[in-house]
């Protein structure tokens, strides 16, 4: 019996891996619609150019966090998409690193349909867009770091990183 | 000799959703409205309750009384959807304070085969009756309880118009 539970404990998580093409590019395009991105930037999908940026990183794909099944057979599946986003720069200045830290929070707070203040105005995500796949909608995301510096490179170039996940729900019938 | 080389496939359990359950939403209105019950149910039971009585005699022989049943089934959780006409009859029976025949209605059971074939159906008269509305941060839930009251019979039951006809429903003119 131990060596049952043991086993059920190790599995590989499942992945939903239509849902996570999906997200990928519709949470890239809300990225890019945050109105606290610097002038001439743009969020680009899994990659950074040496000398800066600004990239999604999913982590994982979009795991299948857990599935219900009710009586008449539809299935309702939790799934969770984590991601980070990354701002690589080359600061010269404390300030300079402090406003790439304060945009990545603004980032997440907007994120997270909280208000923020971006250049004295406060704007708010009204709603999350559609995942036009199948039965997917989003249900939340949220941070789940606070924007710190990641890495450091000799030439100066410095990688800061805030960290969430995407939650969305998947309905389907057998 | 019998062909010791041959497997037989053993026999397949029927899926919990071939088992269907329907209310009469109209509670007793001019135009009969079932809806099925199940969504967000993970598991459903009618609770037979046997009445049965034991007694072993002197000559130790035993005797067994069974009287009859008292169904009853519990609804929970039974979250509130827009536009689902049961939930506006529930909203009803708890904002007048309903009782009695103000909780009365009808109840099909079904058992389709695997094809989707109705295998059998019986109607039966009910109470519904919610035991409590309100519920956590999931949503609005109203969970109820339904108790026979009798009249069951047997019949047909068409599953693409939710029409059931009993199967003495025969015209009989005197």
């Keep these: 019996m131990a060596d049952i539970a043991d086993e059920q404990q190790h599995q590989a998580p499942s992945i939903d891996v239509t849902g996570s093409e999906a997200v990928s590019q519709v949470l890239c395009d809300l990225l890019n619609t945050f109105s606290g991105l610097p002038r001439g930037k743009s969020v680009q999908f899994s990659t950074l150019s040496a000398k800066g940026g600004i990239g999604l990183f999913p982590a994982a794909g979009a795991v299948i966090q857990s599935t219900q099944k009710d009586i008449t057979g539809h299935v309702v599946q939790r799934c969770i998409y984590p991601f980070s986003v990354i701002y690589r720069l080359s600061p010269r200045t404390d300030a300079q690193r402090m406003r790439a830290k304060e945009l990545l929070d603004a980032m997440g707070l907007w994120l997270e349909r909280q208000p923020v203040v971006i250049n004295s105005q406060t704007v708010q995500l009204s709603a999350y867009p559609e995942l036009y796949s199948g039965n997917r909608v989003i249900d939340s995301i949220s941070r789940t770091s606070p924007a710190f510096c990641n890495s450091a490179t000799q030439d100066g170039a410095e990688d800061w990183l805030i960290a969430g996940q995407l939650v969305y729900v998947n309905e389907f019938d057998l | 000799m019998p062909d010791t080389n041959t497997v037989t496939a053993p026999a397949a359990k029927l899926a919990r959703k071939y088992y269907a359950h329907f209310l009469d939403a109209s509670f007793g209105g001019s135009s009969?409205?079932?809806?099925?019950?199940?969504?967000?149910?993970?598991?459903?039971?009618e609770e037979l309750n046997p009445e049965v009585d034991t007694a072993e005699n002197i000559l130790g022989e035993m005797s067994v009384n069974h009287k009859g049943y008292k169904p009853q089934s519990e609804v929970s959780p039974y979250y509130v959807y827009e536009d689902d006409p049961l939930c506006?009859?529930?909203?009803?029976?708890?904002?007048?304070?309903?009782?009695?025949?103000?909780?009365?209605?009808?109840?099909?059971?079904?058992?389709?085969?695997?094809?989707?074939?109705?295998?059998?159906?019986?109607?039966?008269?009910?109470?519904?009756?919610?035991?409590?509305?309100?519920?956590?941060?999931?949503?609005?839930?109203?969970?109820?309880?339904?108790?026979?009251?009798?009249?069951?019979?047997?019949?047909?039951?068409?599953?693409?118009?939710?029409?059931?006809?009993?199967?003495?429903?025969?015209?009989?003119?005197?």
Aim: net charge negative; with cysteine; aromatic share 8%.
């Design chain 2, 32 to 45: 009969v409205n079932y809806v099925r019950l199940g969504k967000d149910l993970e598991e459903y039971n």
């Design chain 2, 88 to 174: 506006e009859k529930l909203w009803e029976i708890i904002n007048e304070r309903k009782t009695a025949d103000g909780c009365m209605t009808t109840k099909v059971d079904v058992l389709l085969d695997s094809t989707g074939t109705v295998e059998w159906a019986y109607r039966e008269d009910v109470l519904v009756v919610p035991t409590s509305a309100g519920g956590d941060t999931s949503g609005v839930q109203i969970p109820f309880t339904i108790y026979s009251v009798g009249n069951r019979v047997a019949g047909s039951f068409n599953i693409s118009t939710k029409t059931f006809t009993p199967a003495s429903s025969t015209s009989s003119t005197p």
